[in-house]
């Protein structure tokens, strides 16, 4: 008998061993993911975390292929009560079948699990990722619709240009932040070298026109290469049969010199004039810079982290007037009825102002024309150290100032140094090449423009008179990023109070021009700048 007994128990353990072993060789797919092999315990687990309900696809070895767990005899009481753990030791499954495509009807069990994802679901609502290079392309075309512009084209003295730049640091860099600045810079700088392209094509057209007595709507297209080339080789033709005073009017009409031209053999004196031309007329075309400025900016971002920079420009007229004002402190002839105060126009969220860089043009309550100069920058220190913290933060802070004053200096001070004709020729000179004709090459005024724009950043001694602080932020990003900020603003109230001129009068326009059309919102996808530029103004 005792015999009898323990050969039951040896054979229950056996049995007991063979079913545990068993349960732990189970695989779950679990959101189309393979788990496993999981025991009986875990299996319980995630049944009480809702992980896995009846209608969960499962697999152990011996089955053909993936089925539902309420369809398994060994698994019919998991649902209701807790299996002891399994004996330790099992031997490992093989590999278990591919997972099988998602079906219609294996739905998920929302009510047992809320964050379960279904299958259909996952179907039916899968959205394509959208890049952050074609969110700000979409944004640029919105606002674009919105303001009823087209980009690169002329229209009542005004052109508007779009670029963008990736970011060049990960998300999660800690030069992130500074990056962002540097990406909005090269963006200006795509507007700068498009503009100074489409300037020089229209200067040398529009001389030669001037040479050859034709005429040119304001309003008309940029020429391109072609039109260009043939319009110098008219220009040429002319030259070749004019002597004299008339042949030295012509050339210094067109920015070459007389004595140059003539100092060189007859056979190198079309490339000569080309040269000389060319020059001339990418010095002219930097001379217009002073009238472009960054009107709005976009930021966006993949859900990898990758950033994109965009920035609109805009070109007017007007604004170069201003400029010329705000340089000569002379009252600016700009005005409008029914401005805003700074408070309103600047602003105040911390969490906004991150989205702001470079200047704006505005106008205040009083009707006067303002300058806004958003600076920012940012800092890498990622320790506990109050003090040091601390320091970093006013590093960062000098660092934004000194780019908002920067831009108003590029404004200011700019426009005092393309008006130095021969230091603006210095500048192309040294950057320029030419291509086999004489001319500029297109690949290369990027180089002009941006050792221009060097030249004025070190070299450029804008009087600040009239800019004060008007607001400091800081902002923390949900990445971690410390940004840190300041806004400075340029009011003709602010400059006649400075100390250097306070014997400058001012007289005040008793009617300002009155304009009627109210700025427009632009709502767009990704974050933006605040829209405080009403291109109508100008």
Not at 177 to 191: D, H, M, P, Q, S
Not at 308 to 316: E, P, Q, R
Not at 319 to 336: E, G, I, N, T
Not at 470 to 482: A, D, I, L, V
Request: one cysteine or more.
């Amino acid at each position: 008998m005792k015999i009898l007994n323990k050969l039951f128990v040896f054979t229950a353990g056996i049995i007991l061993l063979s079913t545990q072993s068993f349960a732990a060789d189970y695989h779950v797919l679990i959101n189309d993911q393979q788990q496993g092999p999981v025991s009986m315990e875990q299996l319980q687990q995630m049944k009480n975390s809702g992980s896995i309900t009846k209608d969960t696809l499962i697999w152990k070895n011996g089955m053909a292929g993936w089925e539902k767990a309420e369809a398994q005899e060994d698994l019919q009481g998991l649902f209701a009560s807790a299996t002891p753990p399994p004996i330790p030791g099992a031997v490992a499954p093989p590999a278990p079948p591919s997972v099988p495509a998602p079906l219609a009807s294996s739905t998920v069990d929302k009510a047992a699990n809320p964050d379960a994802i279904d299958p259909e679901e996952i179907n039916s609502e899968v959205k394509p990722i959208i890049e952050a290079g074609e969110q700000v392309d979409k944004a640029f075309t919105q606002y674009a619709n919105n303001k009823k512009i087209e980009f690169g084209a002329k229209k009542n003295g005004k052109i508007y240009y779009s670029a963008k730049q990736q970011v060049n640091a990960d998300i999660d860099s800690a030069k992130y932040g500074k990056a962002r600045v540097f990406a909005f810079e090269r963006a200006l700088l795509k507007i700068q070298k498009e503009f100074v392209v489409d300037m020089y094509g229209e200067n040398t057209v529009k001389k030669a026109n001037s040479v050859l007595e034709h005429e040119r709507s304001d309003d008309e297209l940029f020429p391109d290469k072609n039109e260009i080339n043939n319009k110098v080789g008219e220009v040429w033709a002319k030259l070749v049969g004019l002597t004299g005073a008339k042949l030295d009017k012509a050339l210094s009409d067109l920015g070459v010199d007389p004595d140059e031209y003539k100092a060189v053999p007859p056979a190198r004196r079309e490339v000569t004039f080309r040269d000389n031309f060319s020059k001339s007329m990418i010095t002219t075309a930097m001379g217009d810079l002073t009238g472009l400025v960054p009107i709005q900016t976009f930021e966006a971002k993949e859900a990898n982290g990758k950033t994109v920079i965009g920035v609109i420009g805009m070109y007017s007229k007007k604004l170069k007037s201003f400029s010329y004002s705000v340089a000569h402190k002379r009252p600016p002839m700009l005005m409008k009825m029914g401005g805003r105060a700074l408070s309103e126009i600047i602003p105040s969220d911390p969490a906004d102002l991150a989205n702001e860089f470079g200047i704006r043009p505005a106008f205040n309550e009083n009707g006067q024309l303002c300058l806004i100069s958003y600076g920012q920058w940012s800092h890498d220190y990622k320790g506990k150290n109050d003090r040091k913290l601390e320091r970093r933060r006013e590093s960062a802070s000098d660092s934004a100032l000194d780019y908002a004053n920067s831009y108003i200096t590029e404004f200011i001070g700019g426009r005092l140094m393309m008006e130095r004709d021969a230091e603006k020729k210095e500048i192309v000179e040294e950057a320029r090449k030419k291509d086999s004709e004489g001319f500029i090459a297109d690949d290369d005024v990027e180089d002009i423009v941006e050792k221009t724009m060097q030249e004025i950043k070190t070299k450029a001694k804008a009087d600040l008179a009239g800019t004060t602080t008007f607001r400091k932020w800081k902002y923390k990003t949900k990445e971690g990023h410390e940004l840190i900020g300041v806004v400075r603003t340029w009011t003709l109230d602010a400059l006649k109070t400075a100390k250097d001129v306070r014997n400058w009068k001012h007289q005040q326009k008793s009617q300002p021009q009155k304009q009627t059309k109210k700025s427009m919102k632009v709502e767009v996808g990704t974050k933006a700048g605040k829209d405080i530029v009403d291109v109508d103004d100008f």
